[in-house]
């Protein structure tokens, strides 16, 4: 299984990304999806997930600000960042897995950086 991550990028605190991230290869069916992310310095860490059949996960820090989004017809997910903190900074990754299995890939990482 790939994941290929896309859309992060610099932007000014209080601002909006949407970052993306399709999976392919062999998938398995009812995987869940999310994004976590690691700032310099400190443990990797989820940011929110959503399974196949639309529940979503959020951390406490970015509730009401993040949204994630699932298309399973397409094996992707979105997640639509608003009311961006200097904090938000991080390498923000994909990652599909199944709990309890051996299913658990990650994606390659796309940087966020949030400016003052």
């Known amino acids: 299984v790939q994941l290929q991550a896309c859309g992060g990028g610099l932007v000014q605190a209080g601002g909006s990304l949407r970052l993306s991230c399709a999976a392919s290869?062999?998938?398995?069916?009812?995987?869940?999806m999310g994004w976590y992310r690691q700032a310099p310095g400190k443990q990797r860490e989820l940011v929110a997930s959503?399974?196949?059949?639309?529940?979503?996960n959020y951390a406490d820090y970015v509730q009401d600000r993040f949204t994630i989004s699932r298309n399973n017809a397409k094996n992707t997910i979105d997640l639509q960042m608003s009311s961006l903190k200097v904090d938000d900074t991080a390498v923000y990754f994909c990652?599909?897995?199944?709990?309890?299995?051996?299913?658990?890939?990650w994606g390659q990482g796309t940087l966020v950086t949030v400016s003052s």
């Open positions: 959503i399974t196949s059949g639309g529940t979503e």
């Open positions: 290869g062999s998938i398995f069916s009812g995987h869940v």
């Open positions: 990652r599909s897995w199944v709990r309890g299995r051996s299913y658990n890939f």
